[in-house]
């Protein structure tokens, strides 16, 4: 506003915008205009350098405007450079279980999936390509991720996992490190296909797991077995398997549809030999 005793109007003063007694005026952005909702708008933006729409012309941070990327995570397991050996018996039933870091986004009203990718480095191909999975742990069976496996053939793998909001810019964040792994195929002879040297109860699969895990088991000699299921409490929960049997691999479901989730433990008891595995149910 300019004083001027000599305007043609009533008023004795112009405007920014040279009008006399006009009602234009200039915020703190420097604009000269009559419109207050326009009031530093040209100049308020956000001001935070790590968000992905910081503006560097901005003068006047804006409320709670500024889009972030979800956060740098690391993958867990299996871990860089692993190896593993798998038989005839494992081909069908083993799983590899891909767990990650859960990654944040500072903006809490949006929520964050992950794409994850394998790929076969020997071939090239993608072998599992799963995108907007919404956990942390994701247990892929063995066969998904190799088909026709050669005796003896190493076989190179790498994984990623890619963090993604569910925001209008759709941000994503890559974890820190792609890990690598080994696939090797080394097949049983007749007779230890058939038969373990020992008495050997078997990590269950998936683990954790959502509602059905497996559980197997091996005996080396004609045994008296019994499989059971306890909470942490030490109740007994549920008897898989029970009774007189012959040498060989066993395999047994459970169906914990029922059971509420929890950390739960299987118990195997025979007259040479007793063993526990811990198992987490997650619903």
Sequence with gaps: MIDDPYCECAADFYDCAGE???????????????IVENDNETCTGCTDEIAENYDENATISCDDCCEYAPLSFDLLTPVDDTEIIFNENDYQTLFINFAWEESIDLNTDDQVSYNITVTNQNTGEVELALPDYAQEVLPVPLSFIIDDPIEGEDVLFS?????????EGQYETTCNEIFEFTLRFESLGIEDALVPDTYVLGDSYPNPFNPVTTIEYGLPEASMV?????????????????????????????????????????????????????????K
């Excluded at 007694?21 to 000269?32: F, K, N, Q, T, V």
């Design 159 to 167: 994984w990623e996992v890619i963090a993604q909001d569910d925001s």
């Design 226 to 282: 019994e499989l059971s299921v306890y909470d942490i409490h030490g109740k007994l929960i549920k008897t898989l398997d029970k009774g007189s049997k012959v040498a060989g691999y066993y395999s047994i479901e459970w169906n914990a549809q029922n059971v509420p989730t929890g950390t739960y433990f299987i118990r195997m008891i025979t007259n040479e030999y007793t063993a526990t595995r811990k198992v987490s149910l997650i």
């Design 20 to 34: 006399c007694g006009g009602d234009a005026y200039i915020d703190d952005c420097g604009i000269c205009d009559d």
